[in-house]
């Protein structure tokens, strides 16, 4: 059999209960000495407290369910990452489920974190799921959207500036002398992907580029997608001498098919991403991308569940992030810097 609460107790010479509010810190205080006691029996006799007892008895299992819409992609690897580390600085740990931008997978997975009592729920997702929206505004959790929310969600949303990225990186290549400047837009304008468009448009229009100069490009978002989508500019009658793409996934498959047509970035086409992937930084030419700040969406995420577990209210709200440009040079910047 493990060791047992009581075998700790009995190490330490204390009672269970005592052992209980060290480990739980709390409710009650304990004596520096006792608790040094406590700690150093469960040390030696490699006590592990039952998490399932634990939840059961609490009805707080301290496990995050975080929702991923593909675990393979860069960027959504790195935020996850950075939703894993503030959670276990909370004192939380976090199962990950991959949607593969699946919606009955979404729907599945938001279902089994709650069957599984998990104490809070972080989804990243791309587009969402209606049946798996209707789960979550009724969860007996909280919940926090990060990267996209539903229209009027109840629950609390962290995302970047899409629109101001899209904005910052079409108006850098338009200081850049560019007079077109074409976007990698994916599929279609669902979720970020809209407002970092809009960013775009706007740009574009508040420089006084004409309708007919404005070139958009799809196709799905995999570097594959870029590949195919940059190949369809090339051969395109009047050639963009800029690109925005809305992704680095998009940007960096673009940055293939610019080399494969014999011609150079940025001498013959400036390129610029979004999102700031690691690496971004690595590619030939490095990439100027739109960067997001993933570490700081992430705690605020977890801050807001934070303040649901200590009894305040619901989260709810949605907090818009500023991101960054990162100069670097495949937009025909010198040398890398932010601003």
């Not at 007079?179 to 809009?198: F, H, I, M, N, Q």
């Not at 934070?306 to 009894?311: E, L």
Request: a negative charge.
């Amino acid at each position: 059999m493990g060791v047992t609460l009581a075998d700790v107790a009995r190490r330490a010479q204390t009672s269970t209960a005592v052992v209980s509010y060290v480990i739980n810190n709390g409710p009650r205080p304990v004596a520096a000495s006792t608790r040094e006691r406590v700690l150093q029996a469960i040390a030696e006799l490699g006590y592990r407290p039952d998490r399932v007892a634990r939840a059961l008895r609490t009805k707080r299992s301290g496990v995050i369910g975080v929702l991923l819409p593909d675990t393979a992609n860069p960027f959504f690897a790195s935020l996850g990452q950075a939703i894993e580390a503030a959670a276990f600085d909370a004192g939380r740990l976090v199962v990950v489920g991959n949607a593969g931008f699946d919606p009955d997978r979404e729907e599945a997975y938001v279902h089994a974190f709650l069957d599984s009592r998990a104490e809070g729920l972080v989804v990243v997702s791309t587009r969402h799921s209606p049946r798996a929206i209707d789960a979550l505004a009724s969860a007996p959790v909280p919940a926090v959207y990060v990267h996209h929310a539903p229209p009027g969600t109840p629950s609390a949303a962290v995302l970047a500036d899409n629109d101001g990225g899209g904005h910052l990186a079409t108006t850098h290549l338009l200081d850049h002398g560019h007079e077109s400047v074409a976007v990698l837009a994916g599929p279609d304008d669902a979720g970020p992907v809209g407002g970092r468009v809009a960013g775009w448009r706007r740009a574009l229009a508040e420089h006084g580029v004409p309708d007919d100069r404005r070139i958009e490009s799809r196709g799905a978002f995999t570097r594959a997608g870029g590949h195919a989508s940059m190949r369809r500019l090339l051969e395109h009658e009047d050639r963009p001498t800029a690109v925005f793409a809305v992704t680095d996934e998009l940007a960096v498959g673009a940055l293939h098919a610019v080399a494969e047509a014999g011609l150079r970035v940025p001498a013959d086409i400036a390129l610029v991403g979004f999102d700031g992937v690691p690496e971004a930084e690595f590619t030939n030419p490095s990439l100027t991308t739109i960067g997001v700040p993933a570490e700081r969406m992430a705690r605020s995420a977890i801050a807001s569940l934070d303040r649901a577990w200590q009894g305040q209210e619901r989260p709810g709200g949605t907090e818009i992030l500023p991101v960054s440009l990162i100069r670097r040079a495949s937009c025909g910047c010198a040398s890398p810097m932010s601003r």
